[in-house]
């Protein structure tokens, strides 16, 4: 194959094109996560703000009561206990474990439920994860948790539905997909509220893992509740 | 979803290459989250296959493949070229060669012809990116930017937009020679 100067020319004009619009495009990223970083860090501050006293006497719960785990190597907690009071005295904090791992999820999780604004209800789902948002600042996990499973399967239903539609459903699977992950969140923070902390595991987990806008305090529970690094 | 500045497709079409970044922080969100559903994908992989699939959309729109589109369209445009990048990816392993029509069907890849041409402006690509200043920043400017010559002039300090003219058909001969060379040792050219 042989090209003329022309054609040349014009395929070097192109590869100039692509290669500045890439390399804009990798900026763009790059300022996107910025942007994403510092409103995920604003809003772990005001989370902390809003959770203040709670979550220091989560922290002291955690730093009390994980220490039995630490005769048991194999069990999650260890690692934290000596990362939360590494000057500790043992014998001392021994005395001072009434407190359940359940009670400790329910401690660690309080400030996430207070700093829960007033969820967006537009309509439909939405209304129905402001229920059940409401139900879980009012104390009722189990309620709470009862309405996020039914609202989670309607929401899969609607999914299922939409399978094999055309290209024209993208953004509404998208604002559902967007939500699933919304109402599992919610789902784990009603668990962890009930003391149920095995079934919560999988979801954070699950949330964590999507690295979408709760990633980083569905990490942040596992790491405090369950010892996970 | 917000839309950003008037019609992207023909702000492109304009030549005016900032419209990517509207498109960029427009879809990027609703591209990540149906590619990791739908193609598997984690962020970042998505992320490349989104900054992908927006050259595709600016090449399409340089060689004369789209002239319009709506704004609301272009979501669906993106994804289906995002889908076949990825199906190439897997299938030819790093050479994408998506083809997408006027009405924003994919084209069906019509053989060696287009392979060999896409290595060829991958070779030019390479070359291209490695070419020094001022050349860089002089033929990014006259194609990506489209600045006048005036202004070139006056950003780079040459004396004229004639000194500029001069300028970039040295730039582009030197890229031809180097891009010359590198098709003949890889075998491109006789």
Redesign the interface.
């Known amino acids: 194959?042989?090209?003329d100067?022309t054609e040349?020319?014009r395929?070097?004009?192109?590869?100039?094109?692509?290669?500045?619009?890439?390399k804009?495009?990798?900026d763009?990223?790059i300022r996107?996560r910025e942007k994403e970083k510092a409103k995920k860090q604003r809003r772990r501050r005001s989370m902390w703000i809003a959770g203040g006293i709670c979550t220091a006497a989560a922290a002291a719960v955690v730093a009390a009561v994980v220490l039995p785990f630490r005769e048991k190597s194999a069990v999650p907690g260890a690692t934290l206990a000596v990362k939360v009071s590494p000057d500790s005295d043992s014998t001392d904090v021994k005395k001072d474990t009434a407190v359940s791992a359940g009670d400790r999820a329910k401690a660690a999780c309080r400030s996430y439920i207070a700093s829960i604004e007033s969820y967006r209800s537009d309509y439909g789902f939405e209304e129905e994860i402001g229920r059940a948002i409401a139900l879980l600042k009012e104390g009722k996990p189990a309620d709470a948790l009862a309405a996020l499973q039914k609202t989670e399967q309607a929401v899969d239903s609607r999914l299922a539905a939409m399978e094999g539609d055309d290209?024209?459903s993208?953004?509404e699977?998208?604002r559902l997909?967007?939500l699933k992950e919304d109402i599992e969140w919610y789902m784990a923070l009603a668990l962890l509220s009930s003391g149920d902390i095995d079934a919560a595991r999988p979801l954070l987990e699950k949330v964590k893992e999507?690295?979408g806008e709760h990633s980083a305090d569905a990490r942040d529970i596992l790491d405090e509740v369950y010892g996970d690094r | 979803m917000r839309l950003r500045g008037g019609n992207y497709i023909q702000r492109l079409v304009g030549g005016d290459y900032y419209a990517l970044n509207d498109i960029y922080e427009t879809f990027r969100s609703p591209f990540i989250a149906y590619s990791r559903k739908s193609l598997n994908l984690s962020v970042d992989d998505a992320a490349d296959l989104f900054q992908e699939a927006c050259v595709c959309i600016l090449q399409n729109v340089r060689n004369g493949k789209i002239t319009r589109l709506e704004n609301a369209q272009l979501g669906a445009y993106l994804m289906t070229t995002g889908r076949l990048l990825n199906a190439n990816r897997v299938r030819k392993r790093g050479i994408e060669t998506v083809e997408i029509g006027r009405t924003g069907e994919p084209v069906a890849d019509d053989g060696d012809d287009s392979a060999e041409r896409e290595e060829m402006l991958k070779i030019i690509r390479d070359v291209v990116e490695n070419i020094p200043n001022p050349c860089s920043t002089l033929l990014t400017l006259q194609y990506f930017q489209m600045k006048r010559q005036a202004e070139i002039a006056q950003i780079m300090g040459y004396e004229s937009a004639d000194s500029v003219k001069t300028m970039v058909s040295r730039c582009k001969g030197k890229a031809r020679v180097i891009a010359r060379q590198k098709l003949r040792e890889l075998g491109y050219e006789d």
């Not at chain 1, 094109?17 to 890439?22: F, G, R, S």
């Open positions: 194959m042989k090209i100067n040349l020319d395929l070097i004009e192109d590869a100039v094109v692509e290669n500045a619009a890439k804009q495009l990798m763009m990223e996107l290209d024209d993208f953004a699977m998208t997909e967007n999507s690295e």
